[in-house]
């Protein structure tokens, strides 16, 4: 929690400002994009009005359009089922919402993390689905971790996540999926991609919107939302959220980039934004190639290979050969190299990565 | 044991235990390494720089210094200066080219480059039978910035007179050196252009601006040189690292649409195209040639980077160390081919030359890659203080440039979002203030833009339904 920028009160009584926004209540917090000083009603304000303008402007959802929101138990989804939940009804929306959740199989982290989320299907009044890898691969990451160790556990969890977010979502029958990313992370994966000459991914990074050509199209609301607002938000409001790190990636969010946009922030807290500007301005030509999307013949996914990526993965695990599909070995896939590419640290903002840039 | 079994023929003494053996097993390999990697890999004949100028060689962070011999290092560096100098026709023979000296080592092995190039130039004229190809000319600029940057006279007129020498050893052919101050950009007398560049620079209250703003001033500066001493290029010493960092400060500063246009080989955006030769040059590599060859170089306003300019430098600094530590990589160099992706303007181009002096051999003779026109439209509109293209999304409709009223209201939307930002004042009242301390060229630019837009609509005048732009 970063109370930091919480204002106390004493301070305020003594130099009697108020909040500069509604100036009439004593402010509470400095706002992290603006670093005005406002007031707890007004900052629920403007956080839920800059989003409700992002879900319009940008045309995200439908009336009557069934939605998955992807909880994870964090603060994020938690924030995002909550203003997703208050959005909808104080504006009309007009949507189905559902909590969706994926149950990785790691103890005495997602066990935990689900339980919020069971709490937050109650408190918000939204049915939640569960899909786990259990059931969908037949191993936990518990299972994984223990034959592949520490080093590459994040590929398997990031490739298997994403989808059996798309399948969770199918089996709810929902229209679109919602994300909880926030734009530090979407500021973190323009700098990721550029560091990597990835230009294919930094062209398509910062869409709000992404996999209109999937079976499940994905929307991130917060692209604009800082995270430390979202803190900040869920703080205020008592939100009930899950705030330990996977155990399995401890080092998550203190990546070399993550660091840099945090001094960045402290230094000019616009450059949050600036950078997801730069993203959406890039000058990158159309013709940029994208891989063609088929479709796995193993599982039937959406794959540009013979078999997507989670089959490939999941083959290898099954037949004891489970660095099979991460590094350069040779699998299934004949042509493989841009497959390795993606398992190298490459993966999509899709799959929220945990770990760091891949040195 | 050594040899516990009979079939041992290693030699080892029968007394020698285990870890004395595997000892000097493991030293003679690293001598035998040692001796291997000692020679060049590209001659295979000389040592490397390692081996024979290890202080050299330390500056390069071992990679270049442990593969290469001094000489192939050289040709090597000397190579990619002058690929990039070739196919991109950045200097033909009947160019007057005007080095931007700073004294510092990037600038330092440019000028040196160029120097060769021209004395190579100058031998084949020599010894040509018609002399068809002339010789291109060299100039050097160094731009005094000692009003903003303050160093002591003594300390600077020591640097001026450092690099008065290099230049004077340049030769043949002669080069001759300018020296301005920023000031000069002000068309008053320099007494009260320092004071007005003074209030200018130190009215910007955000530390990046005021050094993104010098930077402008510095370009200004060299342009008006090339200008009036017929200057046909104006050659910059930007070095990958330098373009990296730039690359990373561009993002963070949300000028991701502008940034395809400075990173280019080619630049001719201004009056004089501004052309970068040492674009794929790292500068490590540019410090190990100047310590191999001795090439001086003059630190005089060595001020390290404030704000997101410093920040991003020691970011890029250090992803770099990392990067070539774990891979023998550089991660400077991927920086820049990821921009380079990026689709460049149409004036990244050479413009074409309708010069009569440019003869049939020099054109025969030049060797254009990289120079296909894209279908990229040149942008309608330049940054007034940066003079980087506006994105058209950006910049406000021409409704409200229309009536050309040129004065600092009107100003302030014709300045990028991150000039605007870091730059210009928050309060209109200060924006005028600004506004007047400008220099005439970025004034001029400002009102030739809306001199030239008039005239256009009074060409089409008759034809248009409405006084307004979109026809409503």
Redesign the interface.
């Known amino acids: 929690m970063d109370e930091a920028e919480v204002v106390k009160p004493k301070k305020n009584a003594v130099g009697g400002r108020l909040c500069c926004l509604c100036n009439q209540r004593r402010p509470a917090l400095k706002r992290p994009k603006t670093l005005e000083q406002i007031c707890r009603e007004c900052f629920y304000t403007v956080f839920e009005e800059e989003i409700h303008r992002v879900i319009v402007d940008n045309q995200l959802f439908k009336p009557g359009e069934r939605i998955a929101i992807g909880a994870s138990g964090g603060k994020d989804s938690t924030v995002l089922a909550y203003v997703m939940s208050e959005l909808n009804r104080r504006h009309n929306y007009g949507l189905d919402l559902f909590l969706l959740s994926v149950d990785e199989g790691i103890t005495g982290y997602r066990d935990d993390s689900l339980e919020t989320v069971k709490r937050n299907e109650i408190q918000y009044g939204l049915p939640l689905k569960v899909v786990s890898y259990k059931d969908l691969y037949g191993w936990t990451m518990d299972e994984i971790v223990k034959i592949i160790g520490l080093k590459n556990n994040c590929t398997f969890c990031g490739v298997f996540r994403r989808q059996a977010l798309d399948r969770g979502a199918a089996l709810l029958k929902v229209d679109k999926l919602v994300t909880g990313h926030n734009a530090d992370d979407i500021a973190e994966t323009?700098?990721l991609?550029?560091?990597?000459?990835?230009?294919a991914r930094?062209s398509r990074c910062t869409s709000i919107t992404t996999g209109e050509e999937g079976p499940i199209p994905r929307c991130k609301p917060f692209k604009y939302t800082y995270e430390k607002e979202i803190v900040m938000y869920a703080y205020f409001k008592r939100l009930d959220y899950f705030s330990t790190e996977c155990i399995y990636s401890p080092n998550a969010y203190r990546g070399?980039a993550r660091e840099?946009i945090k001094?960045?922030e402290r230094?000019?807290p616009?450059?949050i934004?600036?950078?997801i500007?730069?993203?959406?301005?890039?000058?990158?030509?159309t013709s940029?190639k994208m891989p063609e999307q088929g479709t796995c013949e193993r599982c039937g996914y959406i794959s540009s290979q013979k078999w997507c990526k989670a089959c490939v993965l999941l083959d290898g695990l099954n037949r004891g050969l489970p660095k099979l599909g991460i590094g350069r070995s040779r699998g299934p896939n004949s042509d493989r190299q841009r497959d390795m590419k993606q398992s190298n640290g490459t993966r999509d903002i899709q799959s929220k990565q945990c770990g760091t840039l891949d040195? | 044991m050594a040899c516990s079994s009979g079939s041992c023929q290693s030699g080892c003494y029968k007394d020698n235990n285990d870890a004395e053996v595997e000892e000097e097993n493991r030293q003679y390999q690293k001598r035998e390494a040692a001796n291997r990697h000692s020679l060049c890999i590209k001659c295979k004949s000389n040592e490397t720089i390692a081996a024979t100028n290890p202080t050299a060689a330390s500056l390069a962070g071992g990679g270049d210094g442990s593969r290469f011999c001094a000489e192939c290092f050289r040709s090597n560096l000397f190579g990619k200066f002058k690929f990039a100098v070739t196919s991109n026709a950045m200097i033909s023979p009947s160019d007057n080219v005007l080095v931007a000296f700073s004294g510092g080592t990037c600038s330092r092995v440019a000028l040196q480059f160029v120097h060769e190039m021209q004395c190579k130039a100058q031998k084949n004229f020599d010894a040509s039978r018609d002399r068809s190809l002339p010789v291109f000319g060299v100039g050097v600029a160094f731009i005094n910035e000692s009003a903003i940057y303050p160093v002591s006279s003594q300390q600077l007129d020591d640097a001026i007179e450092d690099m008065k020498l290099v230049v004077s050893n340049l030769t043949p052919p002669t080069k001759v050196f300018h020296v301005i101050p920023t000031a000069s950009i002000y068309s008053s007398d320099l007494g009260e252009g320092n004071v007005r560049l003074k209030e200018l620079v130190n009215g910007v209250s955000d530390a990046t601006g005021k050094e993104d703003l010098m930077l402008h001033l510095r370009m200004l500066s060299l342009q008006k040189i090339a200008l009036e001493n017929g200057y046909t290029k104006l050659l910059l010493g930007s070095c990958t690292s330098r373009i990296a960092c730039h690359v990373i400060t561009a993002t963070v500063k949300g000028q991701g649409y502008s940034l395809a246009a400075d990173i280019q080989y080619v630049d001719a955006r201004w009056g004089v195209p501004v052309v970068l030769p040492l674009r794929d040059c790292l500068t490590h590599e540019l410090k190990m040639l100047c310590r191999l060859d001795s090439l001086n170089t003059v630190e005089v306003f060595d001020t390290p980077h404030s704000g997101i300019n410093g920040l991003v430098s020691s970011f890029v600094k250090v992803l770099q160390l990392l990067c070539f530590r774990k891979e023998n990589a550089s991660r400077e160099c991927t920086i820049v081919r990821t921009a380079g992706k990026l689709t460049p303007f149409d004036f990244n181009r050479m413009p074409e030359s309708d010069d009569l002096n440019c003869h049939l051999a020099s054109q025969r003779r030049r060797k254009k890659y990289n120079l296909q026109s894209n279908e990229s439209l040149p942008p309608e509109s330049f940054c007034r203080i940066c003079n980087s293209p506006l994105n058209k999304s950006d910049s406000l409709s021409l409704n409200d440039v229309e009536n050309g009223q040129l004065n600092a209201e009107a100003f302030g939307p014709k300045c990028c979002l991150s000039c605007q930002f870091q730059i210009l004042p928050k309060e209109p009242s200060s924006v005028e203030h600004f506004y007047s301390l400008l220099p005439q060229p970025i004034i001029t630019l400002a009102k030739d833009d809306g001199c030239n837009w008039r005239s256009l609509r009074e060409q089409i005048q008759d034809c248009l339904l409405s006084d307004s732009e979109d026809g409503t």
């Open positions: 323009v700098l991609n550029i560091l990597r000459g990835d230009i930094l070399f840099f001094d960045l230094l000019r616009r450059a934004l600036d950078i500007k730069s993203g959406e301005d890039f000058r990158i030509s940029t040195f």
